[in-house]
């Protein structure tokens, strides 16, 4: 499986010419859906679920599909019935080829005064896990944790506790955008030393094997 960054917190999977891609938000390139099969998207807020970048990988591939959270789902499925799908925490589905797993519930506390939404996490072929904005367990080893680094509802300490928490083999940074070029080494160096796990920071548009 190839894993492609996006910007932020979009990433694109590839495998034997199958296309997944996780939260391609107002935040991520326009091509960030360019030829998907699958599209998964883990809460409502504008930086992971943009209504236009989904409406044009749907558009453009009528065998496309979508799967999130009912506050998405609600917003889409008129315009591509029988293409929507709303999941949510223990729901395991194929999308596109791949298996997919869901956990999760809550988005993180960004203050007492703000309201929580509803926010699930994916992991994809038990290798390769998204928690969207939350720091929500797997619930068994992973490969790769897709680490929110960064985030208005987050501090590095956390983070860190995070992947010592999952024990994945490795950890790649995405919840990124709001980071400066100033500030990046600290969080690669703390992450790397104290995480417990390897840790890769990918450009947008960079590729590993997953």
């Known amino acids: 499986m190839e ?11 590839e495998q034997d010419g199958r296309t997944l891609v996780i939260d391609p938000g107002a ?9 998907v099969d699958a599209i998964l998207v883990t809460h ?6 943009s209504e236009d970048r ?25 315009a591509f019935p029988g293409r929507v799908h709303a999941v949510g925490h223990g729901d395991n589905f ?31 072929d038990r290798a390769v896990f998204h928690p969207g ?13 897709l680490l929110p680094v960064q985030a208005p509802w987050s501090k ?5 506790d995070y992947v010592r928490e999952v024990r994945p083999r490795r950890s790649i ?10 500030a990046r080494p600290i969080y690669d160096l703390q992450i790397g030393n104290l995480g417990g796990a390897d840790h890769l920071r990918l450009a947008p548009g960079e590729a590993t094997t997953a």
């Open 94 to 124: 194929m999308a596109a080829g791949f298996d997919v797993q869901v956990h999760g519930e809550l988005h993180a506390v960004i203050h007492p005064d703000i309201p929580r939404i509803t926010n699930i996490g994916f992991l994809i």
């Open 133 to 145: 904005d939350a720091l929500t367990l797997p619930g068994h080893a992973v490969d790769t944790l």
């Open 27 to 35: 935040f991520s390139e326009p091509d960030s859906v360019a030829g």
């Open 3 to 13: 894993l492609t960054k996006k910007s932020h917190a979009c990433v694109r999977l």
């Open 44 to 49: 409502e807020h504008a930086d992971h679920f």
């Open 54 to 78: 989904l409406r044009a990988g749907l558009e453009a591939n009528p065998a496309a599909e979508l799967w999130t959270l009912a506050s998405v789902a609600d917003q889409m499925s008129a």
């Open 173 to 182: 940074d995405v919840h990124d955008a709001l980071l400066t070029d100033l």
């Open 156 to 160: 590095v300490s956390e983070i860190i």
